[in-house]
C-alpha cells in the first residue's frame, strides 16, 4: 500500500459519518501521515474535531441558559471550548468575518439564513427552547443597543480594541438582562419556525424533543 493510499484511507477513516472518537493519537497520527494532506482534508479534519470536542462539551442538548444575546452565547461557549472564530466558521461552512458579526450582534441572527443559523445550533447542540430564548433576548436588546463602537482605555489611557470589545460584550449583557421584554414580530416568528423545519431537516430531532 503505497503513502498515498494509507493517507486515503485515513481521511476516509476521519472525515466518514461514523468515525472513530478524535483522541489526541488518532489526530497525531492524521497530521504525522507521510504525505501532506490537502487543505481541503486539513479542514474537512478541523471540522469534524470541532465537531466532537463540542459533543463533548454538551452531551445533552442545553436548555437551561441565561439571560443573554444569542450571539454572546455562543462567543461564551466557543471560548470555554478554547476554539477560535475560524474554527467555527469551518465548521459550518462560513468566514469568520460570519462569526465574528453574529458574536458581537454586528449581524443579528434573523437576518442570516435560516439553514446557516441550524447548523451553527447543531454544532453547539441547542436545544430550540434554548434558542427562542436566546434569540428573544437579542430582540429586545436590539430595541436598546447604543450606537457606534466602544471605545475601551486599558491602564495609562490608551484605548485598544481588546478593551473596547470587553467593555461591549459587558455592555451587552447587561443591557439584556435590564432590556424592557418585547413580544417578537411576526417576521422573527416565522424565522424561528423555519429554523425548526432546518434543524428537522438536518436530522437534530434531539434539538426540537
Known sequence: MS??????LLEDTLCSENAPPLTDSVVDAFLAAPVEASQASVDRMRARFVERLLADLHQEPVK????QPF??????????????????????????????????GATYPWNLNPGDIAKLIRLFRIHISAVAQLISCSFNLSRTRLAGDVIGRAHGGHATKERGDSVKRALDLYMAKNAKKQEPSG?????LAEVRDRLKDQGAVDLLD
Open 3 to 8: 503513502d498515498e493510499d494509507i493517507l486515503e
Open 64 to 67: 437551561g441558559v441565561e439571560d
Open 71 to 104: 450571539g454572546r452565547w455562543i462567543e461564551a461557549e466557543r471560548r470555554r471550548a478554547l476554539l477560535t472564530e475560524g474554527d467555527i466558521a469551518n465548521a459550518i461552512g462560513k468566514e469568520p468575518l460570519y462569526v465574528e458579526h453574529l458574536e458581537t
Open 187 to 191: 417576521e422573527l416568528t416565522a424565522w
